[in-house]
Every structure is written in structure tokens, then in C-alpha cells.
């Protein structure tokens, strides 16, 4: 349920001696239809939801109307032929490539718009996952830093699957530090076996699915 998530990152935020309005919940709603998120999610007040798929995202989006006043945030790899389907995205935590930087600044141009994003660092090095190389990050960011119409704020990452959240806690350390050598310190990292630790180790955004609709 949202309010014991929100509790669970309150307690966190204590232990870790942070003010709870530093982190922002992501609420992920891939795979649950728009009945069951205006039961689990917006029922509650809350308005920052996640999707990682631009179709599932678009046909929610529509389905919901600008009424709900939901801040969309993309969360899944981007294919660069997806970019002109973007509208009214607030932020997308998966950038990996100069290649999609450079088809969201051609859009971006074309629309006169900016749009914000996160690095994805594949921290772990796991085999076959999206992200960069944490040594590639440096590059990646500089690069979007030389675009007029992609803004860089953060970092993100996904941690290996493991039922032990304290297995997460190094890759989240591994990200904030080198958020804090790139400066961009803003970082998204946790999900819901794990979020707890994300907040510990300084995370801005947690991105939390299936915690909200148990
Ligand atoms: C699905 C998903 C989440 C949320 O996962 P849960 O374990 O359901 O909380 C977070 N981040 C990404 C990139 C996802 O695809």
C-alpha cells in the first residue's frame, strides 16, 4: 500500500538523518490497468508514476486525461524511433547512448521543448543489461551537457535481483559516488525489494511498483 511505502521511506529518511522531501516516490504502474492505479496510487493524492514502456505508457495516459494531473516519468530502455511519441514526459531515467541523446535533441529542437533525463549506469556490469559502464558515464554526461535541449539531473541504476536488499547497498553506494565525481548527485535507485537502502544511501527518486498494489 502507497502510505506504507511513504511511512517505510519516512523511517529510512530517519535513520539516514535526510529530510523525507529529498526523496520522491515513483510510483510504477507497468502491468496494472487504470482502474487499479486510481485505487492504489491516485486514490491516495499521489501524482509521480512511472511507466517503462512508451505504448503501455501513452495508452494510460490517455486513458487517465490530462484532468488527473499525473507527472509521467519513463522509467525502460528508449528506442531512439520512440522519441516523437514523448509528449508531456517529466522525466526519463533511462538515457544510455549518444545516439538517443542526440533524437531527443533533434526533438527537443523541432518542439522547442527540453527534456529532462537521467544516465542509466549499469553499476553491477551485469551481462546483458541496459546502462552504461560506470567508466562511460563520465563521457555520456559530458555530452549531454553540450546539448541545448536535454537536461542531465541525476543518475540511475538498477540493482541485480536478490531477495537480500543489503546485496543492493553497494551498487547504490557505487552510483552515489559517482554521481558526486560527475556532479550530478541526484540519483534513482531502489525498487520495492529494496528502496529501503536506496534512501539510505541517498537515493532522490525510488521507483516502487509492486509494494503499492499488494
Ligand atoms: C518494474 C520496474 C520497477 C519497479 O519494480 P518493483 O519491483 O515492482 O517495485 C523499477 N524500475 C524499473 C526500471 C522497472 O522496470
Given at each position: 500500500?502507497?502510505?506504507?511505502?511513504?511511512?517505510?521511506?519516512?523511517?529510512?529518511?530517519?535513520?539516514?538523518?535526510?529530510?523525507?522531501?529529498?526523496?520522491?516516490?515513483?510510483?510504477?504502474?507497468?502491468?496494472?490497468?487504470?482502474?487499479?492505479?486510481?485505487?492504489?496510487?491516485?486514490?491516495?493524492?499521489?501524482?509521480?508514476?512511472?511507466?517503462?514502456?512508451?505504448?503501455?505508457?501513452?495508452?494510460?495516459?490517455?486513458?487517465?486525461?490530462?484532468?488527473?494531473?499525473?507527472?509521467?516519468?519513463?522509467?525502460g530502455h528508449l528506442?531512439?524511433?520512440?522519441?516523437?511519441?514523448?509528449?508531456?514526459?517529466?522525466?526519463?531515467?533511462s538515457?544510455?547512448?549518444?545516439?538517443?541523446?542526440?533524437?531527443?535533441?533533434?526533438?527537443?529542437?523541432?518542439?522547442?521543448?527540453?527534456?529532462?533525463?537521467?544516465?542509466?549506469?549499469?553499476?553491477?556490469?551485469?551481462?546483458?543489461?541496459f546502462?552504461?559502464?560506470?567508466?562511460?558515464?563520465?563521457?555520456?554526461?559530458?555530452?549531454?551537457?553540450?546539448?541545448?535541449?536535454?537536461?542531465?539531473?541525476?543518475?540511475?541504476?538498477?540493482?541485480?535481483?536478490?531477495?537480500?536488499?543489503?546485496?543492493?547497498?553497494?551498487?547504490?553506494?557505487?552510483?552515489?559516488?559517482?554521481?558526486?565525481?560527475?556532479?550530478?548527485?541526484?540519483?534513482?535507485?531502489?525498487?520495492?525489494?529494496?528502496?529501503?537502502?536506496?534512501?539510505?544511501?541517498?537515493?532522490?527518486?525510488?521507483?516502487?511498483?509492486?509494494?503499492?498494489?499488494?
Amino acid at each position: 500500500m502507497l502510505p506504507a511505502v511513504l511511512d517505510r521511506i519516512a523511517a529510512a529518511c530517519r535513520r539516514a538523518s535526510r529530510d523525507p522531501a529529498e526523496v520522491t516516490l515513483v510510483a510504477v504502474t507497468k502491468g496494472h490497468d487504470v482502474a487499479a492505479v486510481r485505487r492504489h496510487v491516485l486514490a491516495y493524492g499521489h501524482r509521480v508514476l512511472g511507466e517503462n514502456r512508451v505504448q503501455e505508457w501513452r495508452a494510460k495516459a490517455a486513458e487517465l486525461g490530462e484532468e488527473a494531473g499525473v507527472e509521467w516519468h519513463l522509467i525502460g530502455h528508449l528506442q531512439r524511433n520512440k522519441v516523437r511519441m514523448l509528449r508531456g514526459v517529466g522525466l526519463i531515467h533511462s538515457l544510455d547512448s549518444e545516439r538517443l541523446a542526440d533524437a531527443l535533441e533533434a526533438e527537443g529542437a523541432r518542439r522547442d521543448e527540453t527534456f529532462r533525463v537521467l544516465v542509466q549506469v549499469n553499476v553491477a556490469r551485469e551481462e546483458g543489461k541496459f546502462g552504461v559502464a560506470p567508466e562511460a558515464a563520465a563521457e555520456l554526461a559530458r555530452h549531454v551537457a553540450s546539448l541545448e535541449h536535454v537536461a542531465l539531473e541525476g543518475l540511475m541504476t538498477m540493482a541485480p535481483y536478490s531477495l537480500d536488499p543489503e546485496r543492493s547497498r553497494p551498487v547504490f553506494r557505487g552510483l552515489r559516488h559517482l554521481g558526486d565525481r560527475l556532479g550530478v548527485p541526484r540519483l534513482s535507485m531502489g525498487m520495492s525489494g529494496d528502496f529501503e537502502v536506496a534512501v539510505e544511501e541517498g537515493a532522490s527518486w525510488v521507483r516502487v511498483g509492486s509494494a503499492l498494489f499488494r
